[in-house]
């Protein structure tokens, strides 16, 4: 499985257009530069003028992860709707859109976006822990601990199966807490 969301199989990036990629250097150089209303420019005109789906998926995807670098979240998520809409299959970019959802107050826009990353790579953990901790602050035990149960299948570190092992631990005394007596 690769590690599409940060798993631990790396798979190297995919390579844009020779012309989008020279603007996006030229972009993050202006970003390095903390020149930001040029770097956007840079990114949107790779965006704009990449030759091929792929190469303008990769565009938006760096300008969605500068905009949430820079604390743009609406316009992060607008960016990462368009890589989303340009590569349906992008699992770091429906994972990396609940996120942002989620710091927009889009509860509801944010599980749908973690699910359809779990439904893409169901092997892969990032996805499943941020819609646990979703529905955890949204005190709906019984879906977090079916999502953490979840996770406790897949081939995780230790460290991390350790803190699903206590996540679960405190769901399940958050439940019984709450039982009728």
């Known amino acids: 499985m690769s590690g ?5 199989q790396k798979q190297t990036p995919p390579e844009p257009a020779a012309s989008t990629r020279t603007l996006l250097g ?22 704009r003028e990449a030759p ?36 349906p299959g992008a699992v770091s970019a429906w994972h990396d859109l609940g996120i942002v959802r989620a710091r927009l107050g889009d509860a509801a826009g944010s599980e749908r976006a973690f699910r359809r990353a779990i439904q893409l790579a169901p092997e892969e953990p990032r996805p499943r822990v941020a819609l646990a901790a979703l529905l955890v602050r949204q005190r709906r035990w019984d ?5 953490y149960r979840a996770l406790e299948r897949l081939d995780l570190p230790e460290r ?13 005394a958050e439940r019984r807490r709450r039982a009728p007596r």
């Open 26 to 47: 030229e972009a993050r150089k202006a970003e390095r530069a903390r020149q930001y209303d040029r770097a956007r420019e840079l990114y949107l005109r790779a965006a």
């Open 52 to 87: 091929d789906r792929r190469s303008q998926a990769i565009a938006w995807r760096e300008l969605g992860s500068a905009l949430i670098f820079w604390g743009e979240l609406d316009e992060a998520a607008r960016a990462l709707g368009k890589v989303v809409e340009l590569e």
């Open 160 to 172: 991390t199966r350790s803190a699903v092992g206590r996540a679960i631990e405190l769901i399940e």
């Open 143 to 147: 879906a977090a601990l079916a999502e």
């Open 4 to 8: 599409a969301c940060g798993g631990t």
